[in-house]
């Protein structure tokens, strides 16, 4: 279970993470604003585009601790820095889950709708893998039923179906998995790279469901 949660735990396949010890201009340059989410949002489009190497995520999380400040942005940002470096680490980061869990409370306390949710969405995955010694708010129910009202208030963005489908993966509740999976691939061409490698890998997991393709829109009067 902890190596399912290493691998979640940024919320996005494991990616990149090279050895090299330069680390990217584009991260440098965000970390030069003293702004921990454009640290974090230059981190994330670096591992999206599968560029990112152990230098950066050390990095980013040591430029995001140096400038903390109690805002639902920075919390998050915190939150996401420090995921990354876990899954980095693996087990030899597990001691960092709790801050990963802190950080997105904590965000999710100070704005629950910033970035859509991005919070609660991270809060609910991380619920639902990581194993209960490590965390003090929340279990695997708690993360289900996080990811489920997200999905029920914010349908419109599609992370939360795919969350949401691996979350029921995760749990092997391949049947409850096939709506939220669907939904999710019939919008894949707006998802990132990353996310739709995990989409392909939630649904080999759930044993390739069949999809129906979504009807098409009727014209206007």
């Known amino acids: 279970m902890l190596l399912l949660l ?6 996005l396949p494991a990616c990149g993470g090279g050895a090299g010890n330069v680390v990217h201009p584009s991260l440098a340059e965000a970390a030069s604003e003293s702004d921990a989410l454009a640290v974090a949002d230059s981190l994330e489009a670096l591992i999206a585009a599968g560029l990112d190497t152990s230098a950066d995520r050390d990095f980013a999380y040591r430029t995001v601790r140096a400038h903390a400040v109690d805002t639902a942005a920075y919390c998050y940002a915190r939150a996401v820095v420090t995921g990354r470096l876990v899954q980095q680490k693996g087990l030899l980061g597990a001691d960092k889950v709790g801050e990963v869990e802190h ?12 970035r859509d949710g991005a919070a609660t969405r991270m809060l609910g995955t991380l619920y639902v893998v990581a194993p209960a010694a490590l965390l003090r708010h929340g279990d695997s129910e708690t993360g289900i039923e996080l990811l489920e009202e997200l999905v029920e208030k914010r349908p419109d963005v599609l992370e939360n179906h795919l ?4 979350g029921y993966i995760a749990l092997g509740d391949h049947d409850a998995a096939k709506a939220p999976l669907c939904t999710a691939a019939n919008g894949r061409s707006r998802l990132r790279q990353d996310d739709q490698a995990l989409l392909t890998q939630l649904f080999k997991d759930a044993g390739h469901p069949r999809c129906e393709k979504p009807s098409a829109a009727k014209p206007a009067p």
């Open 6 to 11: 290493i691998a979640a735990l940024g919320l």
């Open 103 to 114: 950080y997105a409370r904590r965000s999710r306390q100070l704005d629950a709708n910033f």
């Open 163 to 166: 969350r949401l489908a691996e």
